[in-house]
């Protein structure tokens, strides 16, 4: 987030924003690389691509496209104690290495039911710190895509101001 | 120099001043001007004007950069847990007004105009002979001067103006009032409602009576207040004026008297009080910008600055004749008050009506009248502990609801947008 304020600072410095060039107005979340990310670019690769498993594109957009892995560094960065950070870090290590235990690969080059069955085996291991991580990114995933405009609005029919309120209709109307 | 004292005793003269811009104040403000008083309301922060400062009113979820999850480093500032980017702007800083708790004490302050009005979960049920009646016929306490036929017109003159919805359900614990239509239940709450109708004949489930406005009279209309969008963001203010805030309703109201004048930024330092008349005669207060100390003169002085600091200003103001502040002879002033109790809270989890949904949003919730020591002393304690149960059913289809999806990870997000489905529906309440 510094970033941004030096930016803004360097903006505001140099007479306002219509000195801006056109690259400085043109960032936008997922183009902005985070530099107060807690993770090492390695890291923010493989929790990309965590993600994407997660939730991957098909027929609709999946969480990559929807800029979910911003998100997530985002939050991690502002929102998550530095415990919760490290667990991710370890988590995440974790990850890479169980890829290469597992599969001889790293986890990027693993084929997507490959990619699934590591994560699932953490959800579904006793490794109570492994379960945290991906529970948070899980839980995280699903949060930054479901909270997008794209799936509100395709998917949840999102109304700002319904204007109504039934209690009791069925599920498919 | 006589003279200009004189006037400038004059300028800060008016009929009645009002401490306090919440619904207290509101009220009080919208009374008296209406009935001819130059008043003069006092707030102590900012000014909040009716939709222009409601920054965040129309907002969609995905234009929260943390989707309404404060940042560590804001959160600290404000030291307390219940924080949310949708409503940051209402909070108050702990090192604004510190303060010592003994045991938690979450204190929920509106510091700014219209105060609580805006921030509050919008019931309003009646009280009824039980509750005016309860110390005298338990034997405890002092016995309230007035009885719920004292009050019972005042009620209706209010929820009137206000807008009440609400289902008249004639029972005597719980007077009905002047409503506007209630808010439907949910098909869990109706399941409830049934199934406590059906095992006791002194517990009822009923919608809880809310501020919001059901159906607009021309009184709301009036007031430029709309029906209620059920978009259940009301705690950023409302922009269709669909729920009571002073903001919206008693201020606006009173300003259009022209007899109204509206002074935020102004810290009530204490009551003046004149030995000679023996009477209150004014109200000094510190301009919180220039913190310049200034004295307002009125025959009728209302203190509405909310439960704590009504007391703290009746404290601060000491005279030779109320050496221990305002109306203090007994010692009582800042012992014994109440504020809302958040700690009492139960929920459960109801399987099935996985084929049915909600439409819309609900901002209000089932109610649970009083069903102990109405009729008779039923328990070991007087009075009532938990005077009802306030019932906010949330529903939580999973995966889907609030941003804090609990569903089971599906790597298909085809299937996972299924299981809202497939889980149970969990309802809890405080």
Redesign the interface.
Known sequence: MHRRKSIKNIALLAGGLIALPSWAKAWSLESLPLVSAPLNPAAQNTLALIIE????E?D?K?AKSLGVPA?IN??LA????KKTVDNVEKGLAAVESLATTKYQQNFTNLATPQK?EL?LSL?KGSDTNLKDFYSLI??L?????????YV?TT??K??????????????K? | MANLNINAKKKNTYDAIVIGSGISGGWAAKELCENGLKTLVLERGREVKHIEDYPTA?K???EF???G?????VREAYGRSFLREETLHWAIKADEQPFVQEKPFTWTRGYHVGGKSLLWARQTQRWSDFDFEGPARDGYAIDWPIRYADIAPWYSHVEKFAGISGNKDGLPHLPDGEFLPP?????V??HLQGVLAKNYTDRQLIQGRCAHITSPQPIHLQQGRG?C???NLCNRGCP?GGYFSANASTLPWAAKTGKMTLRPDSVVHSIIYDEKKGKASGVRIVDAHSKEMIEYYAKVIFVNAGAVNSNMILLNSISERFPTGLGNDNGLLGKYFTCHNYRGKANAQVEGF?????????PSNGYIPRFRNVLKQDTDFYGVLHRDWSWPWHEHQP??HR???E?A?D????R??ECE?LDARRVCAH
């Open positions: 498993t997660i939730i991957p098909s609709i999946g998100f985002l939050m502002d929102c998550y104690d699934e994560l959800e899980k839980n995933t699903i949060q930054g895509y479901t909270t997008s405009e509100q998917f949840l999102y109304e700002m101001a319904p204007g109504h309120y039934h209690g009791c209709v069925p599920v109307s | 129309t969609h979820p995905w950069e943390h989707r999850q404060v940042p560590l480093a808010i439907e239940l949910n098909c709450e109706q029906k969008q059920h978009r269709f996985l084929d049915k949904t909600t439409s819309g949003k609900n995966g889907w941003g804090r999806p569903a990870i790597p298909s997000p085809t996972q947008l489905r």
